[in-house]
């Protein structure tokens, strides 16, 4: 193989990562790749390419195969190969023991289809926690500026990961609020309508105690990572749960019934919280430079991989697209010394061969994109 741009030094003779990362990946008719079949470091992975070569629509395929959607459309049959009927994504990732699980995807223009372990997949959220991935790209929304629906799925998602009653807890709740919402939009009888409030509310309270416990958890892990990335800053996460803080849910839809039955949907519940991060009690977007909102994200990703590896589970990927536009030098370096710590596997991508340091890891692989056709660097 290819000696990369530093030679690991630090970590020579250190063990593989033992978090749950992604062994191979197989990628038929995704964006401009007709076909590719790769086998990945545990460590860190260069991916670089002219632009528009397919180096950002590999990070995607990878992205997809853990979130079981895009980071750059919320069009689901959009990454189909242009005059293709399906994109096709078969994957092989670690689980207990180093066992290697396949993982696949399909979607067609008119569905999708997901097998894990030989098994058909009806729950998407049954796939959190075998696969966990974040990014870190310009193409995608980010806690700052994805609205409150992106920020609420990002939270949910985290939860599925480090919270093994989340899961069963939000699709009651969802279950419930679908029945209510049904009864509201067929003009139901207010007895016929309420009848869901109590399991909305026995849900939706647990699901909010959840959120909080875990943002209280995370402001302390943020608050350790900004005084590596940004010193003297002081950040907070404010949470709202989706109803008035003044009343309870129970309150707040007995209140709000005529609304609902106006708007035919509930007003009021944990599926309207947001979130928001502020730093030295200001809004990131009007008192932030852009630098300093891509180190805060950052400093939020890590602050993510860290409590989810202080609560037992395995980190997973990070993808990094285009490395040299989202990060300066200096943060660049402090967030690979804390994604290498935290044995997190690594995807990044950039235009030129590599200049990113691989000192410390104990395996790299190098791949080239070119038109859609990938080739690993030996």
């Given amino acids: 193989m290819k000696s990369p741009p530093c030679q690991p030094t630090a970590a020579a003779g250190r063990t593989q990562p033992s978090g749950r990362g992604l062994h191979s990946l197989t990628v038929t008719d995704f964006r401009n790749i007709a ?62 023991g180093d066992q290697l699980l396949p993982l696949g995807i ?17 729950r998407l959220s049954d796939l959190a926690g075998n696969f966990p991935v974040q990014i870190l790209s310009g193409d995608t929304a980010t806690i700052f500026s994805g609205g409150p629906r992106f920020r609420r799925q990002t939270l949910d998602w985290a939860l599925f990961h480090v919270e093994p009653a989340y899961r069963d807890l ?17 003009q139901a009888i207010n007895r016929l309508v309420r009848v869901w409030d109590e399991e909305l509310v026995e849900t939706a309270t647990a699901v ?22 940004l010193p003297g800053s002081d950040a907070s996460l404010r949470y709202q749960p989706g109803w008035p ?13 005529e ?15 947001d979130y928001r991060l502020s730093i030295d009690g200001h809004d990131i977007e009007g008192h932030c430079s852009r630098g300093q909102q891509k180190a805060l994200l950052v400093a ?35 967030a690979f010394q804390a994604l290498r710590d935290l044995h997190v596997q690594v995807f990044v991508s950039q235009i030129s061969s590599p200049a990113v340091c691989g000192s410390g890891w104990p395996e ?7 038109h859609g056709v990938i080739h690993e660097v030996i």
Avoid: M
């Avoid at 399909?106 to 009806?122: A, I, M, P, Q, Y």
């Avoid at 939000?170 to 067929?186: G, H, K, P, T, V």
């Avoid at 309150?251 to 709000?256: D, P, R, S, T, V």
């Fill in 300 to 334: 939020f990703l890590l602050a993510q991989l860290r409590l989810q590896q202080a609560r037992g589970h395995a980190p997973g990927a990070f993808l990094l697209d285009d490395l040299p536009s989202e990060l300066d030098a200096a943060t660049q370096a402090l």
């Fill in 35 to 96: 076909a590719a079949s790769l086998e990945f470091s545990r460590g860190l992975n260069l991916i670089h390419g002219a632009n528009g070569s397919g180096k950002t629509s590999l990070l995607e395929a990878i992205f997809c195969l853990g979130r079981v959607r895009s980071f750059r459309s919320h069009q689901p049959e959009q990454p189909i190969r242009y005059g293709q009927p399906a994109y096709q994504l078969v994957g092989r990732i670690y689980g207990q």
């Fill in 170 to 186: 939000w699709q009651r709740y969802s279950r419930a609020l679908r029945q209510r919402n049904a009864a509201l939009r067929a």
């Fill in 259 to 273: 609304r609902d039955r106006l708007y035919g949907t509930t007003q009021h519940g944990v599926h309207r919280a």
């Fill in 245 to 257: 803080v003044a009343a309870s849910l129970a309150e707040a839809l007995a209140a709000g019934l």
């Fill in 208 to 229: 909010d105690r959840l959120r909080r416990t875990y943002l209280d958890e995370l402001t302390v892990f943020l608050a350790r990572e900004l005084s590596v990335l």
């Fill in 106 to 122: 399909e979607r067609s223009r008119s569905g999708l289809t997901v097998h894990f372990k030989g098994d058909s997949v009806r």
């Fill in 364 to 370: 790299i692989r190098e791949f080239h994109v070119e």
